[in-house]
């Protein structure tokens, strides 16, 4: 009986840890995406950005999608890839409007697809 209880509060520890780290990854890549997608909307707005602003941006979420696919759904992560390679091509063709409406896009996911992964209430009923 005492093992069968040791293990139980173990299994429920081990949980409750994974699923806080797995909060803390998500807030903060997605914060750092954000905070990159704010340097590359500023340069866009500005009309200064060049195609290897964007390909930064590309970068980075190439090297995280990696990890995130363990926590979020594979078509999420796609949908912000297809958004960021959209804008790096109209960056490219300096069509900074039509760029900034891909990040605009983009700025959405990020702050959209975090909270439907967050441990909230709406989440868990």
């Known amino acids: 009986m005492v093992k069968s209880l040791i293990s139980i509060i173990i299994s429920f520890l081990i949980l409750v840890c994974a ?26 707005d500005n009309k200064t950005a060049v195609k290897e602003d964007i390909l930064v941006l ?16 594979h078509n999420d992560i796609k949908e912000i890839e297809l958004w960021i390679s959209e804008a790096v091509i109209y960056t490219e063709m300096k069509d900074y409007d039509e760029a900034r409406s891909k990040i605009a896009v983009v ?3 990020t702050n959209q697809i975090p909270k439907y ?9």
Not at 58 to 73: A, N
């Open 19 to 44: 699923a806080c780290y797995e909060q803390i990854y998500l807030k903060n890549t997605f914060d750092e995406m954000q905070d990159k997608l704010a340097v590359v909307e500023e340069k866009l």
């Open 58 to 73: 590309q970068e980075y979420w190439i090297h995280k999608k990696e990890s995130l696919h363990i926590f979020v759904p």
């Open 107 to 109: 700025i959405d996911l």
């Open 117 to 125: 992964y967050m441990i909230r209430w709406k989440n868990i009923l």
